[in-house]
Each structure stands twice: as C-alpha cells, then as structure tokens.
T-cell receptor, first 116, second 110 residues
C-alpha cells in the first residue's frame, strides 16, 4: 500500500458509543494531522503530531482523543459525540512539521462520520 | 474576518473555456500558498504551490499578489475532468496552522 490510508471510510455511531478512526501512512513522513471538514466550512485543524509527540491541539473538545503510537499510525478515539460532530475527518501527513510549508500535505481519503 | 476567503461559486463553464478563481488572505505575514483540488466525496489533493513570481503547470497558472493579498488560479482550455472544488490554502510559515478556504466549485459542461 502507498500513501495515506484511513479506516473506516464511513461510520455511523450513537451519541453514547465509543469508536476509533485509524490512519496509516506509508510515505516515511514524520508529521501527521487530523482535520475536520464540515459542510460549507473550511477544513479545521484538530491535532498535529511530530515524531509521535503531540505538538498542537487546536482547542478540540475532550470527546476527541488522539493517539500516535508511532510515526506511521494515528488514531482518533471518539466518545459521547454530538450530532454536530458529524463531518468528514481527514488524516494528513508531511515529511516534517516544517515541510507542509514547502510540499503541502498528503491527505487520506477520510472517514465520513455521522452521529445519530 | 476570515483568514482565507474564496468565492464559493459555482462556476459553470463550457469545455475549452478559460476560468479564473481568486482567493484573498488576511494575514500579511503569510508565506506559503497552495491550490488543492477536491473531487466530490474525496480527499483534497495538492494541485500546485504558488510561488512569488507566479508559476505554470500545463493548463494551470497560479499567481500571487502580495500587495493586494490574493492568489489566483487560471485554468485554460477547461476539460470535463477539471470539474471539482478548488481550495485555497495559506500558511504563515511560523507554525503548523494552515488556513483553508471553503473552496470554489467548478463544473465544466460539455
């Protein structure tokens, strides 16, 4: 496999459920990101990891909990979500946290989340 | 004021037409600029970076106007496959925060 892969592609969950989104990159990149894309809104940066260390948390509610066990894998653990959390969640990677400024990101295909 | 603003469109143009999109940014310290393309229900993909002197990649030309704080994307000889949403992305070069526009929707009509 190449690039950035995300699973699942689609997820429907109830407000009391706990689920996790998974992201894996096969590019040898050192930085990984979670973005949220809601309808009619720009992409919102949620979390940034550099070499498995969280370097940015963009005031994201605690019902979203990221985990980065190594530089190739990134998870987003979800619990007690609200219907307004329904969105496309995109994972991205870059060679390093300074590199997106030169090369941009490589995005995964996203997980379309619906909270009911 | 939004960090990045784009006309959402939609732009509906015939095949072969030339179309241009503008994107304005609010932070004069912005250093890195990109155009991404996002197809329906797919992830954004890097189309091209925007350099200070302007740059061209085939039918696509990107320009930067620092004085007026906008970037532009020109598409010549539009193809049906150019139909997508085009996202403007800006970074201040001081951190990890990239600011995305809401995108401009383009439909190329046969």
């Amino acid at each position: 496999e190449t690039g950035v892969t995300q699973t699942p592609r689609h997820l429907v969950m109830g407000m009391t459920n706990k689920k996790s989104l998974k992201c894996e990159q096969h590019l040898g990149h050192n930085a990984m990101y979670w973005y949220k894309q809601s309808a009619k809104k720009p992409l919102e940066l949620m979390f940034v990891y550099s070499l498995e260390e969280r370097v940015e948390n963009n005031s994201v509610p605690s019902r979203f909990s990221p985990e980065c066990p190594n530089s190739s894998h990134l998870f987003l653990h979800l619990h007690t979500l609200q219907p307004e959390d329904s969105a496309l969640y995109l994972c991205a990677s870059s060679p390093g946290t300074g590199e997106p400024q030169i090369y941009g990101y490589t995005f995964g295909s996203g997980t379309r989340l619906t909270v009911v | 004021r939004k960090e990045v603003e784009q006309d959402p469109g939609p732009f509906n143009v015939p095949e072969g037409a030339t179309v241009a999109f503008n994107c304005t940014y609010s932070n004069s310290a912005s250093q890195s600029f990109f155009w991404y393309r996002q197809d329906c229900r797919k992830e954004p993909k890097l189309l091209m970076s925007v350099y200070s002197s302007g740059n061209e990649d085939g039918r696509f030309t990107a320009q930067l106007n620092r004085a007026s704080q906008y970037i532009s994307l020109l598409i010549r000889d539009s193809k049906l496959s150019d139909s997508a949403t085009y996202l403007c992305v800006v970074n201040t070069n001081t951190g990890n925060q990239f600011y995305f526009g809401t995108g401009t929707s383009l439909t190329v009509i046969p």
